[in-house]
C-alpha cells in the first residue's frame, strides 16, 4: 500500500470517529424513545458556538470548550425532553417531525440573529499545530477530535450495556409501564438519556469547531451524515454507529482521493441504500 | 344547509381573491404561493399522509418537475410547461426504481434512506453539465409566446395553481372514497394486519408513492414557470422535502384539506419572515415562525385540523 493511500485512510478514520460521536446522542435517543431529533445537527451548531464562546470571551481552547459545551447542550436537551419531546413522544411519527424541525428552525435563526450569518473559525494554532509520524501528517486538532471521539463513544456503550443505569435505561427503552411497575421512573431515565446525548452532542461540536467553520446552518449539513451515520448501524446502537462512522469515514475519504471530492458523498448514499436493501434494520439495529 | 353555505361562501371568496386584493400585486403573489405549496404538500400527503409512509425525500420528484421543464426550454426551445408532462412521466419511473428498495423499509429507516436518496440526486445534479451544475438553469427571459406563461402579474398564476389544485384535490377525493384508500388507510394503521388480511401492501405503497411523486414533479414544473429558474438547492434540496412535510403535518395529515391549511399559515409566514430578513432583527422572524411550528406540534400533534374533529365529537356527545 502506498503511503498516500495509509493516509487517506488513516484521516478516515479520524474523521469517522467524529461522526460517530456526534451521532451516537441521536442514536440514543432514538433508541431510547423511537423518536427522530430533527434539531440534532443544530445541537451540534450550539456545541461548535460554545467552543468559539469559549474562545473570544476567556481565550480558552478546547479543554475548557469541551465541559462548557457538554453542559450546555446537555441543558438543552433536558429542556427540550420536559417541554416539547415528553410531550410528543406517543404521538404520530409526522408530530415528531413537525415538532423537533421547529426547534431545529427556533435554535437555527436564534443562532443567526444572536452570532449573525458570518462564518467563524477558530484559529488553527489553538490545538498543536500539525505532526508527522512515519511518514503520514497528522493534524492535532482532527487527532484529538478523532481520539476523544472514539473514547466518548465507546464509554456511552459501556454505560449502557454494563452498569446498573444502562439497563435501567434500556429496560424503560423496551417497556416503560413494566419498568415503572419495577421501581424505575422512565421520565428521570429519559431525561438522563437526553442529557447524555446532548453532553455526547455538545463535546462533538466543541471538537470540530476546531478544524471546521462553525455558522448558523452548518447543523444541516452534520444532520445529514448523523441521519445516515445512525440508520448505517441501526437505530439505538451505540456500537453500530460507532462502526458506521467509521466505515462511513474512510469510505468518504479514499472515494474523495480515488474518484473526486464530489463523489465521496454519491459513494456513501449508494452504500447507505445497499446496506439497508440487505439489511432493513441496518447493520446492528434490532430487527 | 348551513355547511353549503359557508362552503359556497369560501369558493367564492377563493374565486374572487385576486380580484379582491387588485392592485396589491403582493398579496396576488402571496395567494399564487399558498397555492403552489398546497399542491406540492397535498401530492406529498397521497403517500405520506394517506398511506403513512413518510418520505423526506420528495424534493426528488419536485426537482425533476422543475428541472425538466427548464430543461425543454434550455435544449430545445420549447415552452417550459411543455416539460411537465414530461417530469411526471420520469417522476414515476424514478419513483418506481426509488420505491421498490425504500418501501420495503418500516418507519424511521424509509424517512432516512428517502433522505439519503434525495441528497444522492443533489449532488449527481450539482455535477451534471447538461442541468447547468451548480449555476443551474434559467428559463426564457423574455416571453416569446403566451405558452411561456411569463405573466407581470401573479393572477394568472394564481388560476392555474388553483384549477390544479382542484383537480388535484377531486382526485385524492376520489381515492379516499375508493378501494385504494381503505387499503392506503389499512396499511398506515397496521401493515402486518393489512396484509395478513390480503392486502397486496407493496404494490398499494408503490402505487401512491408513483402517483405522489407525478403530482409532486408538477408543483416542481409549475414552480419553474413561476420564478423562472431553478438550481440543485431550489430543485433538489433537503428543505423542500421537509417544507412540504411539514406542511401536511401542520394542517393534518392524512386529511383533504390538512395541506391546505398548513399551506395557508407556513407560506405568508415565510414570506413575512423573508421580506423582513434584511432589516434589523434579521432571523428574529424566523425565530417565531419555528417557535409557532413548535407549538402547534406541542398542543395539536395531530395537526390543526384536528380541533375541528374535537369539536364535532364534542357536540356528537
Not at chain 1, 54 to 83: D, E, H, K, Q, R
Not at chain 2, 115 to 124: F, H, K, S, T, Y
Not at chain 2, 224 to 237: A, I, K, Q, R, Y
Amino acid at each position: 500500500m502506498s503511503l498516500t493511500l495509509v493516509q487517506v485512510i488513516v484521516s478516515g478514520l479520524l474523521l469517522g470517529a467524529v461522526y460517530a460521536l456526534f451521532s451516537s446522542g441521536l442514536t440514543l435517543i432514538w433508541g431510547m424513545m423511537n423518536v427522530v431529533n430533527f434539531a440534532h445537527g443544530d445541537f451540534v451548531m450550539l456545541g461548535m458556538y460554545s467552543a468559539v464562546m469559549v474562545w473570544t470571551a476567556l481565550g480558552g481552547g478546547p479543554f475548557a470548550a469541551v465541559p462548557v459545551a457538554a453542559m450546555m447542550i446537555a441543558t438543552l436537551g433536558v429542556a427540550s425532553y420536559f417541554l416539547l419531546v415528553r410531550h410528543i413522544m406517543r404521538g404520530p411519527m409526522l408530530a415528531q417531525i413537525l415538532g423537533t424541525f421547529g426547534l431545529a428552525l427556533f435554535l437555527r435563526y436564534a443562532a443567526f440573529w444572536y452570532f449573525g450569518a458570518n462564518f467563524k473559525t477558530l484559529p488553527d494554532t489553538l490545538v498543536g499545530g500539525s505532526f508527522s509520524l512515519g511518514g503520514i501528517r497528522f493534524e492535532g486538532s482532527r487527532v484529538l477530535a478523532g481520539v476523544m471521539g472514539l473514547a466518548i463513544t465507546l464509554a456511552l456503550h459501556l454505560i449502557l450495556t454494563r452498569t446498573a443505569v444502562g439497563s435501567r435505561m434500556l429496560a424503560v427503552s423496551e417497556d416503560a409501564t413494566a419498568a415503572q411497575l419495577m421501581g424505575i421512573r422512565p421520565q428521570r431515565m429519559q431525561a438522563l438519556a437526553w442529557a447524555m446525548a446532548g453532553a455526547a452532542t455538545g463535546i462533538a461540536g466543541a471538537l470540530i469547531a476546531n478544524f471546521f467553520y462553525t455558522s448558523p446552518t452548518v447543523g444541516e449539513t452534520l444532520a445529514i451524515i448523523a441521519f445516515v451515520t445512525v440508520s448505517f448501524g441501526g437505530f439505538g446502537s451505540v456500537l453500530g454507529a460507532l462502526v458506521a462512522g467509521l466505515i462511513i469515514g474512510v469510505v468518504e475519504s479514499v472515494s474523495a482521493y480515488a474518484i473526486g471530492p464530489v463523489y465521496k458523498d454519491v459513494v456513501v448514499y449508494v452504500l447507505f441504500v445497499l446496506v439497508l436493501w440487505f439489511r432493513p434494520q441496518g447493520l446492528m439495529g434490532k430487527a | 344547509m348551513m355547511r353549503w353555505l359557508i362552503a359556497g361562501v369560501l369558493a367564492l371568496l377563493v374565486l374572487a381573491y385576486p380580484l379582491l386584493v387588485d392592485g396589491l400585486p403582493v398579496y396576488q403573489r402571496l395567494g399564487a404561493l399558498v397555492l403552489l405549496a398546497a399542491i406540492g404538500a397535498s401530492a406529498w400527503n397521497i403517500v405520506g399522509g394517506y398511506a403513512g409512509q413518510v418520505s423526506v425525500g420528495h424534493a426528488v420528484f419536485f426537482g425533476f418537475g422543475a428541472y425538466a421543464a427548464v430543461v425543454v426550454y434550455t435544449h430545445l426551445e420549447w415552452p417550459p410547461i411543455a416539460g411537465a408532462p414530461i417530469g411526471m412521466a420520469l417522476s414515476v419511473l424514478v419513483a418506481a426504481v426509488i420505491g421498490v428498495p425504500t418501501l420495503r423499509l418500516s418507519g424511521h429507516y424509509f424517512s432516512m434512506a428517502t433522505i439519503a436518496v434525495g441528497e444522492l440526486v443533489r449532488v449527481l445534479s450539482s455535477t451534471s453539465e447538461f442541468l447547468g451544475g451548480a449555476q443551474g438553469l434559467g428559463g426564457p427571459a423574455m416571453p416569446r409566446s403566451v405558452f411561456d406563461l411569463s405573466f407581470i402579474s401573479a393572477a394568472p398564476f394564481y388560476y392555474i395553481f388553483l384549477a390544479v389544485l382542484v383537480g388535484l384535490l377531486g382526485l385524492t377525493w376520489w381515492i379516499e372514497g375508493s378501494r385504494m384508500g381503505f387499503y392506503l388507510r389499512a396499511i398506515k394503521d397496521s401493515e402486518r394486519a393489512a396484509r395478513s388480511l390480503g392486502v397486496s401492501s407493496g404494490k398499494y405503497k408503490l402505487y401512491a408513492y408513483m402517483l405522489s411523486g407525478a403530482f409532486t414533479s408538477l408543483a416542481g414544473s409549475l414552480y419553474l414557470c413561476m420564478f423562472g429558474f431553478v438550481d440543485p438547492e431550489s430543485g433538489f434540496g433537503i428543505l423542500i422535502s421537509v417544507k412540504l412535510v411539514v406542511m401536511a403535518a401542520l394542517g393534518g395529515a392524512g386529511q383533504l384539506f390538512g395541506p391546505l391549511v398548513g399551506a395557508l399559515i407556513l407560506v405568508p409566514l415565510e414570506e413575512l419572515s423573508n421580506s423582513l430578513l434584511g432589516g434589523q432583527g434579521a432571523g428574529l422572524t424566523f425565530v417565531v415562525y419555528g417557535a409557532i411550528i413548535l407549538i402547534i406540534a406541542r398542543f395539536l400533534p395531530s395537526g390543526l385540523l384536528s380541533l375541528l374533529e374535537r369539536r364535532k365529537v364534542r357536540r356528537a356527545d
